[in-house]
């Protein structure tokens, strides 16, 4: 018995390490100097207008930018996209606030609550840091709700772009860019237009998100990517699920999957034998449809199946499997149920859940 | 009778089942689904000498291991006090043999084996208790 749990918990503690030392990394992907000026080679180039608050890129990608001052290289205004990881916007009397990562980790050097400006009938007048304009204060919340949907964080620049953003490094940025830029931050410099591509994976389609395996371990990929780590963890844990899944698959279809010929009982148990499922010793548990019971009513064809038994390490733990030994309900269910249909309950969970996510996210659009 | 008087392996009969212990720490040691389960009561508990003892109950002592005996299930493993239901007695072969035939018959899992039909046979043919015990261990 223990041995079985502790193959459980080994299982869930490996999909647990896949991701964590990722999800460390991108929740502080630049606190040194080095780091930070590191970033901003991978800078964004979105459609910024002046003195606006919220921006948007042409793909569609919302920030709010922050004015630095000119760029000595060249003469032009200078914008960082402040580094806000926004979770969201809330009023106290007439001031706004808008709240870094809140509700984020447990433990999260960079939550924070900035003012940024005040509301007055529904318009807020943003302070003079963030423009100095005003705008609906609903359409502000909307933007911090959704700041986190956009995509992935990190981009990669044109080359012809990365030429010129060197020497605009070392003169004026790199001073700023400390002092503005968060651990998450993306930098943004005004009147450049560039070309920029995600580094995400990017989500996988409706039908590849069936493929075992590689659809979870894609959606888990960009989900870390994208910074949303519990998703993430979720689908590591599919992905590793469906590894499981397709050995066992692959192994019952090398051994015969369906027993063809003969099914009496006997005869099936001989051939678990021959195909080397079951030791003789060994008892066969009719794990989902019982030999007796209510399961007499079932053909022997379909009950009398290698996928509908369990090679039982020993005659207690049958017993037990049954309520006639030492296990609880729980551990009935979690030692009475071949592994694969264990992975097959995990996979096809996440799966749901992905499709309630998607569809949730769709009903917000 | 005390667990110096016992001569292991053991073979326990309760319900229709039946349970094989070799030696005392393992006979006295379940957990608590294990009790609730029924498992101790009027249980037969028949040495490897043919002598025979009825058990009332069970009784909890102690948890037994890390974590007081519990699992992730929050099940304990435990410790267990029997209270014994006669004076020990001793017992046939045959009457034993009977007892394991019967189980061979109403519990299922036994007609799961790939080998139950010689397993069966040798039952039946077994001269002694240590010898049926032997034969449904294996």
Known sequence: ?365 | MTKNEITFPVICFYRHLLRIRNDWDTLVTTTTAGVGNGMFDNMLIVDSNGKAIRVKSARKLHGVGPFFGYNIFLNQRIKVELTFDSEPFQMLTDDVRKRVLNSFQKRHGWQTRGDFDELKSSVENASTVAEIIRLVTS
């Open chain 1, 1 to 365: 018995m223990f041995t079985r749990l502790n193959k459980w918990f080994f299982f869930l503690s490996v999909a647990a390490f896949v991701w964590l030392p990722r999800a460390d990394a991108m929740v502080h992907p630049m606190n040194s100097p080095a780091q930070v000026t590191a970033a901003i080679t991978q800078a964004l180039f979105p459609e910024v207008e002046q003195g606006a608050l919220i921006v948007e890129d042409a793909a569609g990608n919302l920030w709010m930018a922050e004015y630095v001052g000119k760029n000595p290289y060249n003469g032009e205004d200078v914008y960082v996209l402040s580094p806000l990881g926004l979770d969201y916007v809330t009023t106290e009397g007439n001031n706004v606030f808008w709240m870094i990562e809140k509700d984020s980790f447990w433990y999260n050097p960079d939550v924070r609550k900035i003012l940024v400006g005040t509301v007055s009938g529904g318009e807020v007048a943003f302070n003079k840091t963030f423009g100095a304009g005003t705008g609906s204060l609903d359409l502000l919340k909307k933007y911090a709700e959704h700041f986190w949907e956009r995509p992935g964080i990190v981009f990669s620049l044109a080359a012809d772009i990365s030429g010129e953003i060197a020497p605009i490094q070392d003169l004026t940025i790199k001073d700023y860019i400390q002092h503005y830029v968060r651990d998450y931050g993306c930098a943004t410099i005004g009147e450049y237009r560039g070309q920029f591509q995600p580094k995400t994976v990017g989500e996988p389609g409706k039908a590849e998100s069936f493929a075992p395996v590689w659809g979870s371990g894609r959606q888990a990929i960009y989900d870390v990517q994208t910074g949303h780590y519990v998703w993430g963890t979720v689908n590591t844990v599919m992905a590793a699920s469906d590894v499981f899944l397709v050995k066992a698959a692959a192994t019952g279809i090398a051994k015969g999957a369906w027993k063809t010929g003969g099914v009496a009982w006997s005869t099936v148990r001989r051939w678990m034998g021959k195909t080397g499922r079951a030791e003789a010793r060994q008892e066969l548990h009719h794990w989902a449809i019982p030999q007796g019971s209510w399961g007499k009513n079932v053909p022997n064809v379909i009950k009398n199946q290698p996928w509908n038994l369990m090679p039982m390490e020993s005659l207690e733990l049958h017993d037990a499997i049954h309520g006639w030994g030492e296990m609880s309900k729980a551990e009935r269910l979690m030692y009475g149920t071949p592994d694969w249909f264990k992975a097959l309950l995990i996979s096809e969970s996440g799966r749901v859940g992905n499709e309630l996510r998607d569809q949730g996210q769709n009903d917000q659009e």
